[in-house]
């Protein structure tokens, strides 16, 4: 495999391990990161939502559907699944655990220069990802 590929996997490896150094290694110290909770600016502000995730959901598997690269950046297509075993941090407040199981699709998408990802975006469909967990209205 190759060093940006690589840095995907061990990312993916240390959310699955619980382990937050392992998840956030492969990223620069000034990362810039996008998702549906919002914008994020260098390796502390990722490095607490990868916590959040780590201890809401300490059973997260991530299924790698299919991960490409085209030059610098990578492309990865996962489903997320874990049961909210912990309280999941969010930028309104603690969201406590629910024992409920959620499992979402995702893009993710990396770009890398000297060895290390500068860029991280992910999607999902975060109102599915809230009504698994109980915080919203199931559709009808």
Do not use: C
Not at 103 to 117: E, L, P, Q
Request: hydrophobic residues 40%; aromatic residues 8%.
């Amino acid at each position: 495999m190759n060093e940006l590929l690589d840095l995907v996997h061990t990312h993916y490896n240390g959310l699955e391990s619980g382990d937050l150094d392992l998840a956030a290694s492969p990223f620069a110290d000034d990362v810039a990161a996008v998702f549906p909770t919002g914008p994020l600016d260098g390796i502390d502000a990722l490095r607490n939502l990868i916590d959040s995730f780590i201890t809401a959901f300490p059973d997260l598997t991530i299924d790698r559907r299919t991960v490409w690269q085209d030059g610098d950046t990578a492309i990865a297509e996962v489903s997320f699944s874990g049961t909210q075993t912990g309280p999941l941090a969010t930028a309104t407040g603690e969201v406590p655990a629910s024992g409920r199981r959620v499992t979402f699709d995702a893009v993710d998408i990396f770009t890398a220069r000297s060895g290390k990802v500068v860029e991280h975006r992910g999607y999902w469909d975060n109102a599915t990802f809230l009504t698994q967990l109980g915080l919203l209205p199931d559709s009808v």
